[in-house]
T-cell receptor, first 117, second 111 residues
Framework: DGGITQSPKYLFRKEGQNVTLSCEQN?????MYWYRQDPGQGLRLIYY???????QKGDIAEGYSVSREKKESFPLTVTSAQKNPTAFYLC????????????????FGDGTRLSIL | SQQGEEDPQALSIQEGENATMNCSYK?????LQWYRQNSGRGLVHLIL?????REKHSGRLRVTLDTSKKSSSLLITASRAADTASYFC???????????FGTGTRLTVIP
């Protein structure tokens, strides 16, 4: 079955540590997205990528980094510069039509919950 | 913020009743999408309505869009306990390459 796989489901970060969240899709989608979800708030966009080897900052990119070396994979690194990393992180993908992915439905993984030790 | 705002924040109804959720937004849109999220899971796309459409149906879901009022509503008819979830609207705004999500409505359907 096609879909998006996020791992791990739960992750704990120590002070000063960088951690990487995995996101893999086999939907053959060109666009991939990372969102952060805090309680009582909607999803906020961290980074997105519409094509391999290219990505754009979203609304809250500070303290995060990404790479897009393969179409199927879009890992997110939460760096030590992100002082409040505790949140639910969601990865999504979509096709790109007319040069844009935002006019298409997004398919989501089941998230990674990150906490600070 | 370009985020949409859902109203109400929380809604509790009996099974079999209809549930209506509203979404307001601030800027011109190309389309508006509704998503569902079960607790601790990812979002699932429900329906997309384009800016030139006024109403769309999918099974027990009915979505309306009023671009003059910058608002949309999601109606779930004959609700079931399994409809219990959070529902989010997301807007594809002119000039942007990403969706802007609202803060969500938490729906509880009591059996």
């Amino acid at each position: 079955d096609g879909g998006i796989t996020q791992s791990p489901k739960y992750l704990f970060r120590k002070e000063g540590q960088n951690v990487t969240l995995s996101c893999e899709q086999n939907l053959n989608h060109d666009a991939m997205y990372w969102y952060r979800q805090d309680p009582g708030q909607g999803l906020r966009l961290i980074y997105y990528s519409q094509i391999v080897n290219d990505f754009q900052k979203g609304d809250i990119a500070e303290g995060y980094s990404v790479s897009r070396e393969k179409k199927e994979s879009f890992p997110l690194t939460v760096t030590s510069a992100q002082k409040n990393p505790t949140a639910f992180y969601l990865c999504a993908s979509s096709i790109v039509r007319g040069g844009r992915g935002s006019n298409q439905p997004q398919h989501f993984g089941d998230g990674t919950r990150l906490s600070i030790l | 913020s370009q985020q949409g705002e859902e109203d109400p924040q929380a809604l509790s109804i009996q099974e079999g009743e209809n549930a209506t959720m509203n979404c307001s937004y601030k800027t011109s849109i190309n389309n508006l999408q509704w998503y569902r999220q079960n607790s601790g899971r990812g979002l699932v796309h429900l329906i997309l309505i384009r800016s030139n459409e006024r109403e769309k149906h999918s099974g027990r879901l009915r979505v309306t869009l009023d671009t003059s009022k910058k608002s949309s509503s999601l109606l779930i008819t004959a609700s079931r306990a399994a409809d219990t979830a959070s529902y989010f609207c997301a807007t594809d705004t002119t000039g942007a390459n990403n969706l802007f999500f609202g803060t969500g409505t938490r729906l509880t359907v009591i059996p």
